[in-house]
């Protein structure tokens, strides 16, 4: 069974400072897909990212960058100079992909900045 | 534009008066998702379709139904809602045949009350 852990549920910075949200996951797959969304107070959820289970190169879109490590099942998530905008639920999510296509959703975490 | 459109927004109703809340999306995805989001629990798969007349249940399937006669269309029907599918539904949809490899296109939410 898939399973994510977002082991912080509530994290509180000021602004400007760099936050990291941890995301762990396990699988037996061995191909797998890994997500990050965004759940601004208005409610609507947006996609951030989505990383294949063979690539492990980190990615950076600007002050979002992301950090996947196989050997410690964890997809964790760095926002750099955080503004009042990053408020918001953020959340981890694994899917499969061998002809069964669930994904699995962590339990998420609410990031406020504080201006 | 596109889009992925959910009716309705709000819904408060009573327990076992059948329901559907609509889901359509416009730029001919194959894959389609409905969610349910809870306090707590971030979000739940409860139904996917990888095409049209295909569907599959996702985590939390019980207590809801699902039908795609066309492409664009992935309705959730509640047969006999109770109480305890008061939440948050999301409808999602994304390109391919493998919808897991491609971004996921979120509708705005329909927030149900079963009294």
């Known amino acids: 069974a898939q399973k994510v852990t977002q082991a912080q549920t509530e994290i509180s910075v000021v602004e400007k400072e760099?936050?990291?949200?941890?995301?762990?996951?396990?699988t037996r797959d061995t191909t797998y897909y890994l997500f990050w969304y965004k759940q601004p107070p208005?409610?609507?959820?947006?996609?951030?990212?989505?990383?294949?289970?063979?690539?492990e190169q980190n990615e950076i879109s600007g002050r979002y960058s992301w950090n996947f490590q196989k050997s410690t099942?964890?997809?964790?998530?760095?926002?750099?100079?955080?503004?009042?905008?990053?408020?918001?639920?953020?959340?981890?999510?694994?899917?499969?992909?061998f002809g069964n296509e669930?994904?699995?959703?962590?339990t998420g975490t609410r990031l406020t900045i504080i201006p | 534009e596109a889009?992925?459109?959910?009716?309705?927004?709000?819904?408060?109703?009573?327990?076992?008066?059948k329901l559907t809340v609509t889901c359509s999306q416009n730029m001919n995805h194959e894959y389609m998702s409905w969610y349910r989001q809870d306090p707590g629990l971030g979000l739940r798969q409860i139904y996917y379709s990888m095409n049209v007349e295909v569907t599959d249940k996702g985590d939390v399937p019980e207590g809801?139904?699902?039908s795609r006669k066309e492409k664009r269309n992935f309705p959730l029907i509640l047969e006999s809602?109770?109480?305890?599918?008061?939440?948050?539904?999301?409808?999602?949809?994304s390109e391919g045949l493998a919808g897991l490899k491609e971004t996921q296109y979120f509708g705005p939410g329909t927030?149900?009350?079963v009294l």
Do not use: M
């Open chain 1, 18 to 26: 760099d936050v990291t949200l941890d995301c762990v996951y396990e």
């Open chain 1, 42 to 55: 208005s409610g609507e959820l947006v996609f951030l990212i989505r990383r294949n289970s063979f690539d």
């Open chain 1, 73 to 97: 099942s964890s997809f964790n998530f760095t926002i750099t100079a955080s503004q009042v905008v990053d408020s918001a639920v953020y959340f981890c999510a694994l899917g499969s992909n």
């Open chain 1, 102 to 106: 669930k994904l699995t959703f962590g």
């Open chain 2, 3 to 17: 889009q992925v459109t959910q009716n309705p927004r709000y819904l408060i109703t009573v327990t076992g008066k």
């Open chain 2, 64 to 66: 809801y139904k699902v």
């Open chain 2, 81 to 93: 809602p109770s109480p305890n599918q008061t939440s948050l539904y999301f409808c999602a949809s």
């Open chain 2, 111 to 113: 927030r149900l009350l």
